[in-house]
C-alpha cells in the first residue's frame, strides 16, 4: 500500500464547475499538506500549503485537511479551461524535509 | 527570474554513457531536493542538501547516481552506465531556511536509447 493514495482521473468537468480533487495517506506523523499543479512536461507549480488540520482559502481555491480521517481534498471553484491539468498532493512529517507524493490527478475543463 | 533553474531542459543518451544534470537554486535558499518523476507518477524523492551537506538519500540511488552541491550554491546529479529504467523526469526544487513549502524547477527529460 501507497503512503499516499490518489485517483489518477482523468476527471473532465464542465467550465464553471466546482472541482473537488482529493488524496487519502496512512502516515500519522504527516504534518505538512500542499496541492501542486502540473501542466504537461513542466515542473509543479505551488498552490496550497497547510500546516496540520483546517482549511485554507486562496482565491478560488479551497485546501482542506482531515487529519482525523487521513484525508486532503482540493476545491477549485467557478472552473476556467486553463486550470486542465495534473493535479499532485504531497506531504511531509516536517524534520525529513522530503515531500511524499500522489500519483496526481488528470483535470480538464471543458470549454 | 529568480525561480529554481535546469539545465539541459532534455537530454537523450544512448544506453551506458554517462549524463549530468544541473540545477541552480532561488537564491539564498539552502535546501535543495532532487526528485524523479516517471510518466503517469508523481515526484519520488532522490536526495537532499542542506547548504553542502548532502543530508538524506532515498533507496533509489543505486550506486550509478550521484548528486554533488560543492559550494551551497547549484547542485549537480549525475547517472554513470544509464539505463533504459533511468529515462525520467529529474525534478529539482528548493526551500528557504526555516521553511517547508518546495519550489521546482522546470525538469531535465533524460531518455535513454
Known amino acids: 500500500q501507497k503512503e499516499v493514495e490518489q485517483d489518477p482521473g482523468p476527471l473532465s468537468v464542465p467550465e464553471g464547475a466546482i472541482v473537488s480533487l482529493n488524496c487519502t495517506y496512512s502516515n500519522s506523523a504527516f504534518q505538512y499538506f500542499m496541492w501542486y499543479r502540473q501542466y504537461s512536461r513542466k515542473g509543479p507549480e505551488l498552490l496550497m500549503y497547510?500546516?496540520?488540520?483546517g482549511n485554507k482559502e486562496d482565491g478560488r481555491f479551497t485546501a482542506q485537511v482531515d487529519k482525523s480521517s487521513k484525508y486532503i481534498s482540493l476545491f477549485i471553484r467557478d472552473s476556467q479551461p486553463s486550470d486542465s491539468a495534473t493535479y499532485l498532493c504531497a506531504m511531509s512529517a516536517g524534520g525529513t524535509y522530503k515531500y511524499i507524493f500522489g500519483t496526481g490527478t488528470r483535470l480538464k475543463v471543458l470549454a | 527570474d529568480t525561480g529554481v533553474s535546469q539545465n539541459p531542459r532534455h537530454k537523450i543518451t544512448k544506453r551506458g554513457q554517462n549524463v549530468t544534470f544541473r540545477c541552480d537554486p532561488i537564491s539564498e535558499h539552502n535546501r535543495l531536493y532532487w526528485y524523479r518523476q516517471t510518466l503517469g507518477q508523481g515526484p519520488e524523492f532522490l536526495t537532499y542538501f542542506q547548504n553542502e551537506a548532502q543530508l538524506e538519500k532515498s533507496r533509489l540511488l543505486s550506486d550509478r547516481f550521484s548528486a554533488e552541491r560543492p559550494k551551497g550554491s547549484f547542485s549537480t546529479l549525475e547517472i554513470q552506465r544509464t539505463e533504459q529504467g533511468d529515462s525520467a523526469m529529474y525534478l529539482c526544487?528548493?526551500?528557504?531556511?526555516?521553511?517547508?513549502?518546495?519550489?521546482f524547477g522546470p525538469g531535465t527529460r533524460l531518455l535513454v536509447l
Open positions: 497547510t500546516y496540520s488540520s
Open positions: 526544487a528548493s526551500s528557504a531556511k526555516g521553511g517547508e513549502t518546495q519550489y
